[in-house]
Protein backbone atom coordinates (compact mmCIF):
# COMPACT_ATOMS: atom_id res chain seq x y z
CA UNK A 1 0.00 0.00 0.00
CA UNK A 2 1.57 3.39 -0.91
CA UNK A 3 1.40 6.62 1.16
CA UNK A 4 -1.37 8.43 -0.32
CA UNK A 5 -3.41 4.95 -0.93
CA UNK A 6 -7.00 6.34 0.49
CA UNK A 7 -9.64 3.17 0.93
CA UNK A 8 -12.57 3.49 -0.42
CA UNK A 9 -15.50 5.32 2.28
CA UNK A 10 -11.90 6.34 4.60
CA UNK A 11 -10.50 9.42 4.28
CA UNK A 12 -13.02 12.20 4.68
CA UNK A 13 -12.39 15.50 5.41
CA UNK A 14 -14.67 16.74 7.94
CA UNK A 15 -14.38 18.16 11.43
CA UNK A 16 -17.26 16.94 13.40
CA UNK A 17 -17.47 19.40 15.75
CA UNK A 18 -18.68 17.25 18.63
CA UNK A 19 -18.28 20.93 20.65
CA UNK A 20 -20.53 23.14 18.34
CA UNK A 21 -24.07 21.30 18.63
CA UNK A 22 -26.11 23.01 21.03
CA UNK A 23 -29.90 23.72 18.96
CA UNK A 24 -28.76 27.45 18.68
CA UNK A 25 -25.13 26.86 17.05
CA UNK A 26 -27.03 24.61 14.56
CA UNK A 27 -29.62 26.99 14.16
CA UNK A 28 -26.67 29.53 13.36
CA UNK A 29 -24.89 26.89 10.60
CA UNK A 30 -28.16 26.18 9.04
CA UNK A 31 -28.61 29.45 8.24
CA UNK A 32 -24.96 30.26 7.21
CA UNK A 33 -25.13 31.63 3.60
CA UNK A 34 -22.16 28.57 2.31
CA UNK A 35 -24.36 26.24 4.49
CA UNK A 36 -24.73 22.69 2.34
CA UNK A 37 -27.09 19.36 2.81
CA UNK A 38 -26.08 16.11 0.48
CA UNK A 39 -29.06 14.42 0.01
CA UNK A 40 -30.20 10.95 0.09
CA UNK A 41 -33.08 8.58 -1.23
CA UNK A 42 -33.68 5.49 -0.24
CA UNK A 43 -30.06 4.99 1.16
CA UNK A 44 -28.69 6.06 -2.16
CA UNK A 45 -26.89 9.27 -2.43
CA UNK A 46 -27.73 12.23 -5.27
CA UNK A 47 -24.83 12.89 -7.50
CA UNK A 48 -25.45 16.42 -9.63
CA UNK A 49 -22.76 18.12 -11.87
CA UNK A 50 -19.79 16.73 -13.05
CA UNK A 51 -20.59 13.55 -10.63
CA UNK A 52 -20.05 15.23 -7.39
CA UNK A 53 -22.06 15.17 -4.93
CA UNK A 54 -25.87 17.58 -4.79
CA UNK A 55 -25.53 19.95 -2.39
CA UNK A 56 -28.37 22.32 -1.91
CA UNK A 57 -28.60 24.94 0.72
CA UNK A 58 -30.86 23.79 4.03
CA UNK A 59 -33.62 26.55 3.02
CA UNK A 60 -33.84 24.51 0.34
CA UNK A 61 -35.34 21.73 1.87
CA UNK A 62 -38.27 23.48 4.02
CA UNK A 63 -41.78 22.33 2.80
CA UNK A 64 -39.40 18.70 2.31
CA UNK A 65 -40.67 15.64 3.69
CA UNK A 66 -37.66 14.11 5.08
CA UNK A 67 -37.27 10.82 6.79
CA UNK A 68 -36.17 10.48 10.31
CA UNK A 69 -34.06 11.85 12.42
CA UNK A 70 -34.36 14.53 9.57
CA UNK A 71 -31.36 16.35 8.99
CA UNK A 72 -28.39 14.97 10.31
CA UNK A 73 -25.52 17.54 10.96
CA UNK A 74 -22.19 16.22 9.75
CA UNK A 75 -19.57 18.51 10.62
CA UNK A 76 -17.46 21.11 9.45
CA UNK A 77 -15.37 21.86 5.62
CA UNK A 78 -13.25 24.59 6.47
CA UNK A 79 -15.79 26.88 7.84
CA UNK A 80 -18.78 25.15 5.74
CA UNK A 81 -21.58 23.52 7.75
CA UNK A 82 -22.20 20.57 6.10
CA UNK A 83 -25.50 18.32 6.65
CA UNK A 84 -27.49 15.33 5.33
CA UNK A 85 -31.05 14.55 4.85
CA UNK A 86 -33.30 11.58 3.53
CA UNK A 87 -35.40 12.74 0.92
CA UNK A 88 -39.10 11.06 0.98
CA UNK A 89 -39.65 12.38 -2.57
CA UNK A 90 -36.69 14.00 -4.28
CA UNK A 91 -38.57 15.53 -7.14
CA UNK A 92 -37.67 19.43 -6.52
CA UNK A 93 -34.02 18.39 -6.61
CA UNK A 94 -32.46 15.41 -8.73
CA UNK A 95 -34.00 12.68 -10.99
CA UNK A 96 -34.42 9.53 -8.92
CA UNK A 97 -31.73 8.01 -11.62
CA UNK A 98 -29.10 10.27 -9.64
CA UNK A 99 -28.94 8.60 -6.76
CA UNK A 100 -26.78 6.13 -6.86
CA UNK A 101 -26.19 3.18 -4.54
CA UNK A 102 -22.61 3.27 -3.06
CA UNK A 103 -21.88 -0.32 -3.20
CA UNK A 104 -22.77 -0.10 -7.10
CA UNK A 105 -21.39 3.36 -8.27
CA UNK A 106 -19.20 4.37 -5.53
CA UNK A 107 -16.37 3.05 -7.03
CA UNK A 108 -16.45 5.93 -9.57
CA UNK A 109 -16.95 8.74 -7.10
CA UNK A 110 -14.91 11.29 -5.74
CA UNK A 111 -12.85 9.85 -2.52
CA UNK A 112 -13.71 12.38 0.06
CA UNK A 113 -17.55 12.41 -1.94
CA UNK A 114 -17.50 8.51 -1.02
CA UNK A 115 -16.08 8.67 2.85
CA UNK A 116 -18.34 11.97 3.34
CA UNK A 117 -21.84 9.69 1.90
CA UNK A 118 -20.74 6.85 3.83
CA UNK A 119 -20.78 8.58 7.13
CA UNK A 120 -24.22 9.79 6.57
CA UNK A 121 -25.71 6.86 5.18
CA UNK A 122 -24.32 4.71 8.12
CA UNK A 123 -25.65 7.19 10.44
CA UNK A 124 -29.05 7.46 8.83
CA UNK A 125 -29.53 3.67 8.73
CA UNK A 126 -28.45 3.98 12.79
CA UNK A 127 -31.32 6.35 13.55
CA UNK A 128 -33.62 4.48 11.44
CA UNK A 129 -33.05 1.18 13.52
CA UNK A 130 -32.59 2.90 16.92
CA UNK A 131 -35.74 4.68 17.24
CA UNK A 132 -36.49 2.81 21.05
CA UNK A 133 -34.16 2.77 23.88
CA UNK A 134 -32.37 -0.13 24.63
CA UNK A 135 -32.63 0.16 28.54
CA UNK A 136 -36.27 1.15 28.74
CA UNK A 137 -38.16 0.32 25.63
CA UNK A 138 -38.86 4.44 25.19
CA UNK A 139 -39.05 5.94 22.33
CA UNK A 140 -35.98 8.15 21.55
CA UNK A 141 -34.81 11.57 19.92
CA UNK A 142 -31.96 12.82 17.76
CA UNK A 143 -29.78 14.87 20.11
CA UNK A 144 -26.59 17.15 18.89
CA UNK A 145 -27.71 17.30 15.39
CA UNK A 146 -28.29 13.89 14.96
CA UNK A 147 -25.03 12.58 16.87
CA UNK A 148 -26.82 10.89 19.53
CA UNK A 149 -29.89 9.47 20.43
CA UNK A 150 -31.83 10.38 24.07
CA UNK A 151 -34.67 8.52 25.54
CA UNK A 152 -37.63 10.75 26.20
CA UNK A 153 -38.65 8.17 29.33
CA UNK A 154 -35.09 7.13 31.10
CA UNK A 155 -32.62 10.16 29.98
CA UNK A 156 -30.21 7.19 28.48
CA UNK A 157 -28.10 8.48 25.86
CA UNK A 158 -27.10 6.39 22.62
CA UNK A 159 -24.50 6.84 20.37
CA UNK A 160 -24.00 5.48 16.80
CA UNK A 161 -22.23 1.99 17.06
CA UNK A 162 -20.20 0.25 14.87
CA UNK A 163 -19.84 -3.48 14.03
CA UNK A 164 -16.17 -4.78 13.97
CA UNK A 165 -15.62 -8.06 11.18
CA UNK A 166 -12.55 -9.37 10.87
CA UNK A 167 -11.51 -10.15 7.02
CA UNK A 168 -8.35 -12.60 6.13
CA UNK A 169 -5.76 -12.93 3.45
CA UNK A 170 -5.44 -16.27 4.76
CA UNK A 171 -2.38 -18.11 2.66
CA UNK A 172 -0.51 -21.51 2.43
CA UNK A 173 2.47 -20.80 0.75
CA UNK A 174 2.37 -18.81 -2.38
CA UNK A 175 -1.91 -19.67 -2.48
CA UNK A 176 -4.35 -17.74 -1.22
CA UNK A 177 -7.92 -18.89 0.03
CA UNK A 178 -11.04 -17.50 -1.17
CA UNK A 179 -14.55 -18.60 -0.54
CA UNK A 180 -18.19 -17.46 -1.96
CA UNK A 181 -21.21 -16.57 0.33
CA UNK A 182 -24.13 -18.23 -0.27
CA UNK A 183 -26.61 -16.16 -2.94
CA UNK A 184 -23.54 -14.65 -4.43
CA UNK A 185 -23.02 -15.05 -8.37
CA UNK A 186 -21.49 -17.81 -9.40
CA UNK A 187 -17.40 -17.35 -10.03
CA UNK A 188 -17.25 -14.07 -7.47
CA UNK A 189 -15.17 -15.23 -4.53
CA UNK A 190 -13.76 -13.32 -1.93
CA UNK A 191 -11.29 -13.10 1.46
CA UNK A 192 -13.46 -14.82 4.56
CA UNK A 193 -15.13 -12.68 6.78
CA UNK A 194 -16.68 -12.67 10.33
CA UNK A 195 -17.97 -10.95 12.99
CA UNK A 196 -15.91 -10.20 16.25
CA UNK A 197 -17.87 -11.75 19.35
CA UNK A 198 -17.45 -10.45 22.74
CA UNK A 199 -14.48 -11.23 24.48
CA UNK A 200 -12.66 -11.72 21.61
CA UNK A 201 -9.44 -9.89 19.97
CA UNK A 202 -9.42 -9.77 16.75
CA UNK A 203 -6.74 -12.19 16.70
CA UNK A 204 -8.88 -15.01 17.74
CA UNK A 205 -11.92 -13.81 16.14
CA UNK A 206 -9.74 -14.38 12.13
CA UNK A 207 -8.77 -18.49 14.23
CA UNK A 208 -12.36 -18.38 15.07
CA UNK A 209 -14.63 -17.94 11.96
CA UNK A 210 -11.45 -19.12 9.67
CA UNK A 211 -11.72 -22.72 11.35
CA UNK A 212 -15.61 -22.48 11.54
CA UNK A 213 -16.46 -21.35 8.01
CA UNK A 214 -13.79 -23.95 6.03
CA UNK A 215 -12.33 -26.31 9.03
CA UNK A 216 -8.67 -24.49 9.04
CA UNK A 217 -6.50 -23.82 11.76
CA UNK A 218 -4.21 -20.34 11.20
CA UNK A 219 -1.39 -18.87 13.03
CA UNK A 220 0.49 -15.37 12.61
CA UNK A 221 -2.62 -13.17 12.50
CA UNK A 222 -1.57 -9.92 12.00
CA UNK A 223 -3.79 -6.42 11.14
CA UNK A 224 -2.93 -5.04 8.07
CA UNK A 225 -5.49 -1.92 7.35
CA UNK A 226 -9.55 -0.83 7.95
CA UNK A 227 -12.27 -0.29 5.83
CA UNK A 228 -15.33 1.89 6.95
CA UNK A 229 -18.15 -0.05 5.37
CA UNK A 230 -21.83 1.55 5.29
CA UNK A 231 -23.95 -1.51 4.86
CA UNK A 232 -24.71 -0.46 7.41
CA UNK A 233 -22.13 0.13 9.87
CA UNK A 234 -18.86 -2.01 9.66
CA UNK A 235 -15.49 -1.69 10.52
CA UNK A 236 -14.02 -3.97 8.20
CA UNK A 237 -10.51 -5.04 9.79
CA UNK A 238 -8.49 -6.84 7.35
CA UNK A 239 -5.99 -9.03 9.00
CA UNK A 240 -3.79 -11.85 7.58
CA UNK A 241 -2.41 -15.11 8.55
CA UNK A 242 -1.38 -18.37 7.30
CA UNK A 243 -2.61 -21.69 7.09
CA UNK A 244 -1.99 -24.87 9.52
CA UNK A 245 -3.52 -27.34 6.86
CA UNK A 246 -4.46 -27.31 3.50
CA UNK A 247 -7.30 -29.18 3.87
CA UNK A 248 -10.82 -27.40 3.29
CA UNK A 249 -14.31 -28.55 5.03
CA UNK A 250 -16.70 -26.24 4.15
CA UNK A 251 -19.37 -25.23 6.96
CA UNK A 252 -22.64 -25.78 5.16
CA UNK A 253 -24.48 -22.45 5.50
CA UNK A 254 -21.54 -20.36 5.93
CA UNK A 255 -20.05 -20.92 2.72
CA UNK A 256 -21.15 -21.72 -0.51
CA UNK A 257 -17.55 -23.03 -1.65
CA UNK A 258 -14.09 -22.39 -1.07
CA UNK A 259 -10.96 -22.63 -2.94
CA UNK A 260 -7.34 -21.94 -2.77
CA UNK A 261 -5.62 -19.68 -5.88
CA UNK A 262 -2.24 -19.89 -6.47
CA UNK A 263 -0.55 -16.15 -7.32
CA UNK A 264 -0.72 -16.61 -11.00
CA UNK A 265 -4.16 -17.39 -10.67
CA UNK A 266 -5.32 -14.00 -8.54
CA UNK A 267 -2.57 -11.71 -10.67
CA UNK A 268 -4.51 -12.98 -13.97
CA UNK A 269 -7.65 -11.84 -12.68
CA UNK A 270 -6.63 -8.63 -11.39
CA UNK A 271 -4.47 -8.01 -14.77
CA UNK A 272 -7.72 -9.10 -16.83
CA UNK A 273 -5.68 -12.41 -18.62
CA UNK A 274 -6.81 -14.70 -16.74
CA UNK A 275 -10.64 -15.83 -15.40
CA UNK A 276 -10.39 -18.42 -12.33
CA UNK A 277 -12.92 -15.93 -10.32
CA UNK A 278 -14.27 -12.59 -9.89
CA UNK A 279 -12.53 -9.96 -8.64
CA UNK A 280 -14.24 -8.23 -5.74
CA UNK A 281 -15.11 -4.89 -6.71
CA UNK A 282 -12.25 -2.09 -6.44
CA UNK A 283 -14.17 -0.46 -3.62
CA UNK A 284 -14.07 -3.38 -1.20
CA UNK A 285 -10.96 -3.97 1.56
CA UNK A 286 -11.05 -7.44 -0.11
CA UNK A 287 -9.79 -5.90 -3.25
CA UNK A 288 -6.81 -3.87 -1.62
CA UNK A 289 -6.10 -6.95 0.67
CA UNK A 290 -5.55 -9.03 -2.58
CA UNK A 291 -4.14 -6.19 -4.55
CA UNK A 292 -1.44 -5.77 -1.19
CA UNK A 293 -0.70 -9.38 -1.04
CA UNK A 294 0.56 -9.60 -4.73
CA UNK A 295 2.68 -6.96 -4.55
CA UNK A 296 3.79 -8.84 -1.28
ZN1 LIG B 1 -34.97 4.67 28.07
Known amino acids: MTDNFIMP ?21 VAQPNARTILFFKGDVGIGEGGRLHRAHPSELIGQ ?6 PVF ?9 FAASLQDPKDFLPVDNFINLRMGGGMMDPVDLAIAG ?59 LGRSPGWPEGW ?12 SIEEATYRETLEEVGIKTKNHKYIFSQPWPYPSQLMIG ?52 KTWLKS
Open 9 to 29: FAGGTIDYAEADRTPEQLQKF
Open 65 to 70: NLFEPG
Open 74 to 82: LGLEGDRPV
Open 119 to 177: RARSLFEWHRTHRYCANCGGGSVPDEGGAKRVCNHCDTEHFPRVNPVVIMLVTSGDKVL
Open 189 to 200: MSCLAGFVSPGE
Open 239 to 290: MSCEAVNETIDVEPGELEEAKWYSREEVAAVFDKTGGAFMRPPRITIAHQLL
